[in-house]
């Protein structure tokens, strides 16, 4: 009856830990996909800096020289509020990580108990089969004793 509890255990932290683990691998996309916007927030940033300089070298107004440095400030603004995502997104998949491998941690215990379950029941039945075969064994020597 343990043995079956235990199992049924095994078999509910198992999904759990596979839930958790498809929790983990998404918040590592999500962090992925945050950096990879970052890069390419910054690397749009470098090119219209360059643009804005090979235009000022043909001579810009002030109007738009104004307008390039506005555009600018937003961009750095934005790879703040990027960098910002990062950190939290790579929050979250610390978090999920470490909620994995206590599932994992967990499982693995119950699963020990199981195993240990198991063994203590082969020895006993081991055990049971050798003193009925030792029982067989003495029966069989006091009916040889017996006979004339």
Do not use: C, H
């Not at 043995?3 to 691998?25: I, M, S, T």
């Not at 195993?115 to 050798?130: F, G, L, M, P, V």
């Amino acid at each position: 009856m343990a043995n079956k509890q235990l199992e049924l255990l095994v078999r509910v932290q198992k999904d759990r830990e596979e839930k958790l683990e498809a929790q983990f691998v998404q918040a590592m996309q999500f962090s992925r996909q945050a950096e990879q916007k970052y890069q390419g927030l910054a690397d749009y940033r470098t090119d219209y800096i360059v643009q804005s300089q090979q235009q000022g070298a043909v001579g810009l107004e002030s109007r738009q020289y104004s307008q390039f440095i506005r555009f600018i400030a937003k961009l750095d603004q934005a790879l703040e509020q990027q960098a910002t995502e990062i950190q939290q997104a790579q929050s979250v998949v610390e978090q999920r990580r470490e909620q994995w491998l206590a599932m994992q941690k967990k499982r693995k215990a119950i699963e020990y108990l199981l195993e240990q379950e198991q063994r203590q029941q082969a020895r006993k039945a081991d055990k049971a089969e050798q003193v009925l075969l030792d029982e067989v064994a003495t029966q069989q020597f006091v009916r040889r004793q017996s006979q004339p």
